[in-house]
Nanobody, 115 residues
């Protein structure tokens, strides 16, 4: 089993920045990739960014050039640096970890961007 704990959410004005962190514990050697999803009220959960064990990254088109997913040499923690935030970035952000057999989720952290 893997446990994921997010931190770093909060409220910010448009144009501001936040950094989210995701700490993994448990059987982290089983994790092949980690990432961030978000879910706004009334909308489906969507992929924001992901990073593989080899540090290959992917981003949603809506956040390219503004968000950066990264980690240090260790698999954990994984960070999401969010710059130039927009009101439409308001959502609950979930950390996720993917093994060969299962996807794990954190509890989520709220990000609110005011105009």
């Amino acid at each position: 089993q893997v446990q994921l704990v997010e931190s770093g959410g909060g409220s910010v004005q448009a144009g501001g920045s936040l950094r989210l962190s995701c700490a993994a514990s448990g059987n982290i050697l089983s994790i092949n990739a980690m990432g961030w999803y978000r879910q706004a009220p009334g909308k489906q959960r969507e992929l924001v960014a992901s990073i593989t064990g080899g540090c290959t990254t992917t981003y949603a088109d809506s956040v390219k050039g503004r968000f950066t997913i990264f980690r240090n040499n260790a698999k954990t923690p994984v960070y999401l640096q969010m710059n130039s935030l927009k009101p439409e970035d308001t959502a609950v952000y979930f950390c996720t970890g993917l093994s060969a057999v299962k996807r794990y989720w954190g509890q989520g952290t709220q990000v609110t961007v005011s105009s």
